[in-house]
């Protein structure tokens, strides 16, 4: 089991290409949370930028890394809601036979797939 958590997964199964962000993104996406009360960055913003500039980096990396985030999984959720919006997506890959939070996972940041739909094709639409 401990092996599993030690090699880095294949990115050809994620099935998504890796996203390249620039410091400014990085920098202008500090803003979508609010700071600290004793000034530092966000969580979120130290998460996001933990992953964005260390693919395939492992749970409990990022929580040395973002200031000891107690659930690392749980605040990516929140993340990936304003990254989808930028055509960006946190996705983690399991290794095999391990508990979703265990601190072996590895996360990527992806370009999400976008897809334009017909207003003819929305959920809340009847269909004829």
């Known amino acids: 089991m401990a092996e599993l958590c030690k090699t880095m997964p294949n990115t050809s199964c994620i099935g998504l290409p890796l996203a390249q962000v620039s410091e400014s ?40 890394l973002a200031d000891a985030c107690s659930n690392p999984a749980h605040s990516i959720r929140d993340i990936n809601k304003k990254l989808m919006n930028k055509g960006l997506l946190i996705v983690r890959m399991d290794p095999v036979g391990v508990a979703p939070n265990e601190c072996c996972h590895h996360w990527f940041l992806v370009e999400a797939p976008i897809e334009t739909v017909k207003v003819q094709m929305s959920s809340n639409d009847p269909l004829y």
């Not at 993104?25 to 979120?44: M, N, P, T, V, Y």
């Not at 693919?55 to 990022?62: A, L, M, P, S, Y």
Request: net charge positive; hydrophobic share 40%; proline share 0%.
């Open 25 to 64: 993104f990085l920098k202008a996406s500090e803003g979508w949370w609010r700071k600290r009360k004793d000034g530092k960055l966000s969580k979120a913003s130290m998460i996001l930028r933990a992953i964005a500039m260390n693919q395939g980096i492992k749970t409990d990396e990022i929580r040395n």
